[in-house]
């Protein structure tokens, strides 16, 4: 079993930055990728970012040009900068490490709130 670590949620007011961190509790080789998904209030949970294990990136089209996606495979580790947030970005965060098609395993979760 692995358990995806994560840190950096919290609260913040519109425009700000928040950084999003996730590291898994022992090393898994050759994964797919890892990424960030959310769940605002009241809707399902949705991709913000991924990243493989090439380093072949992909965006929600609601985050691109605002958010960024970085990671170190060989250590499990995941980041996502988060720059001018808005109301919108409100939700909890998951991190997602995928082995393949067939086997993900999912933080718990860290809550991101923007509000003034």
């Known amino acids: 079993q692995v358990q995806l670590v994560e840190s950096g949620g919290g609260s913040v007011q519109p425009g700000g930055s928040l950084r999003l961190s996730c590291v898994a509790s022992?090393?898994?080789?050759?994964?797919?990728?890892m990424g960030w998904y959310r769940q605002p209030p009241g809707k399902q949970r949705e991709l913000v970012a991924s990243?493989?294990?090439?380093?072949?990136?992909n965006y929600a089209d609601s985050v691109k040009g605002r958010f960024t996606i970085s990671g170190d495979n060989a250590k499990n580790t995941v980041y996502l900068q988060m720059n001018s947030l808005k109301p919108e970005d409100t939700a909890v965060y998951y991190c997602?490490?995928?082995?393949?098609?067939?086997?993900?395993?999912w933080g718990q979760g860290t809550q991101v709130t923007v509000s003034s």
């Open positions: 997602n490490l995928r082995v393949s098609v067939s086997l993900d395993y």
């Open positions: 990243i493989t294990r090439t380093g072949v990136t």
């Open positions: 022992r090393i898994i080789f050759s994964i797919y990728s």
